[in-house]
């Protein structure tokens, strides 16, 4: 049964993984629930903390994985972090992030050893003492700190991941720095996916497998916000979240037959 806040919905986020796909593989119903957006009508954008490609290379694997799914039609951490620091008059940056993903970050000046702002993304199994401690030098010598997000933990095909949040707060202890959130739950980062929308926050349901960056960080923004029980979620650790979600669904396919 589909949740009545999401009945009434004028628009659409819609997180991508965990909700259509779990390491390179589509979820069930996945591309049906695509296929029905895209004859809807309904406006909608996916909304994403994956930062570990750029969103060139994040639409041609979701291609290949048969993910009908458009750069164009995503919002990633990276995009807001690109405004953020637009908005800062383009300041010399260390993009500790993935090679793939230095590419949303082109336009920007680098260094890494007097950058003014530190933009710390998902590096996977590089990260080291090394690169942590070249980062905690910059922020001690006056560098600010965005993390594309803070996420605790994210779902790949062999569980659950450790994920980049536990380096961002290990540089903010160490630094008595709090650092910028760019991506989910960011009010920032929604506003971005709501203007491309175009529209106001209460016609606008958030559907994601995530209950702080998703649910919590939509319902924040003014919108509501649905959990996927696919993905991440995990109902004994949601359990202990004082996060209560606007509706529930079990699969993204469940929203194919009301768009349609």
Known sequence: MLPNSLKSAQGLLLDLNGVFYVGN?????????????????????????????????????LQAMGLAI???EIVTAATAAVMYLKQMDKP??????????????????WSDTDADVIVVGDIGNDWNYRLMNRAFRLMMKGAQLIAL?????????????????????????????????????????YQIALEQLGMSAEDVVMIGDDLEADVKGA????????????????????????VTPDGELAAIGAISDWLT
């Open 92 to 109: 010399k940056i260390y993009p500790l992030v993935a090679e793939d993903a230095k590419q949303d970050f082109a336009e920007f000046t």
């Open 219 to 242: 319902q924040d923004a003014g919108m509501k916000g649905i959990v996927l029980t696919t993905g991440k979620y995990r109902s004994h650790l949601a359990a202990k979240m004082n």
């Open 70 to 72: 458009a750069p164009t």
């Open 149 to 189: 997000h803070r996420g605790k933990y994210w779902q790949w095909e062999a569980g659950l991941q450790l994920d980049i949040g536990a380096f961002v707060a290990g540089l903010e202890y160490a630094t008595d720095q709090t650092a910028i959130v760019a991506g989910k739950p960011s009010p920032f980062f």
């Open 25 to 61: 593989r589509p979820l069930p119903g996945a591309q049906a629930a695509i296929a029905a957006l895209q004859n809807s009508g309904l406006p909608y954008r996916y909304v994403t903390n994956n930062t570990t490609q750029s969103t060139a290379s994040m639409g041609q694997s």
